[in-house]
């Protein structure tokens, strides 16, 4: 069975920009940035996004869609699809679209394709793919809809991605993510609460990926592959040609030229360090709360211990 798709998901924060960054060095692979497509664009999405436009074999709700898509990424708060308008116009995506059967597999399938093209224009016969973490949760879905994919979960120690998601809280100004729904709450009474709601939310998505882990390797042992960012930061050349067998596709030393460690696919956010430094794995732990600390040791000690995280 020759893989066709190859889907990258996991935690925030976990390496699946960095794992998606590799895989594009192959020419063999195309991974599209991430579209947030089950969560945002997908009929039956989470946010209820796609249902305001309408049914889409009608060319007026089509429209629609796309303006949305194609609207201020300012006015929206999101970047999810900047790739996509600054690469391809309005009017060429809209005549794609058209020309789908314009099923939710059909929208993603060309997002995917668009970026091929984009991104590789010269290269033809590429496994496409995408990088979404939080599309984690619909990996039954893409299944469905790529038999033949693959699927790669980044996991990563809780711990280091609190760090790693506090940071990014504390120098972030605008209500975005959870803060979101809180309207117009005073920033002095919003402030105090942003550290705990964020280490609620990113331990109980961690425990949610610990779950869905074991739930993958029952059903889709054949497709679907755990890779630890410890792992991969430690020994990068071994990891990544595992992932290459597992794909089917010649792992090239080159994909390990010029890595930079980032810490987004979003382009105002690469700001991170040239090259895999296996020295900064521990750094997270000078800067780790005692308080998070105990809090695993005592409640998620046991998932800990089994992917291989010392209480």
């Not at 925030?12 to 794992?19: A, D, H, M, V, Y």
Request: proline fraction near 5%.
């Amino acid at each position: 069975m020759k893989t066709d798709y190859v889907f990258v998901v996991g935690c925030n924060r976990s390496g699946t920009s960095l794992l998606r960054q590799i895989l594009n060095k192959s020419a063999e692979l195309c991974l599209c940035p991430e579209t947030h497509f089950l969560r945002r664009l997908a009929s039956d999405s989470v946010n209820q996004t796609r249902q305001r436009f309408g049914d889409l074999s009608l060319e007026s709700n089509v429209r629609r869609f796309v303006n949305y898509i194609y609207a201020d990424h300012r006015t929206l708060k999101i970047s999810y699809w900047l790739w996509l308008k600054r690469n391809f116009t309005r009017e060429e995506f809209t005549r794609r679209v058209l020309e789908t059967d314009r099923s939710d597999r059909a929208l993603f399938q060309t997002l995917m394709q668009i970026y091929a093209e984009t991104a590789k224009p010269a290269h033809t016969d590429l496994i496409l793919g995408e990088k979404t973490p939080t599309h984690l949760y619909h990996v039954p879905t893409l299944l469905q809809w790529f038999p033949n994919a693959r699927v790669i979960h980044m996991m990563r120690d809780p711990r280091a991605i609190i760090v790693s998601k506090l940071k990014k809280v504390n120098r972030k100004t605008s209500r975005d993510g959870f803060l979101k729904p809180l309207g117009e709450v005073p920033q002095r009474v919003l402030a105090p609460l942003a550290d705990p709601v964020e280490v609620v939310h990113t331990s109980t998505a961690w425990m949610d990926a610990a779950r869905l882990h074991d739930k993958y390797m029952h059903h889709y042992s054949d497709q679907y592959r755990l890779l630890r960012f410890e792992d991969l930061i430690a020994d990068p050349e071994a990891n990544i040609k595992k992932i290459c067998a597992f794909v089917g596709v010649e792992f090239d030393p080159t994909m390990l030229q010029g890595i930079h460690v980032i810490a987004s696919s979003y382009s105002s956010e690469h700001r991170g360090m040239k090259g895999i430094d296996a020295r900064a794995l521990d750094r997270w732990r000078e800067h780790s709360h005692p308080l998070v600390n105990a809090g695993f040791a005592i409640l998620g000690r046991a998932q800990l211990e089994r992917f291989g995280y010392a209480p």
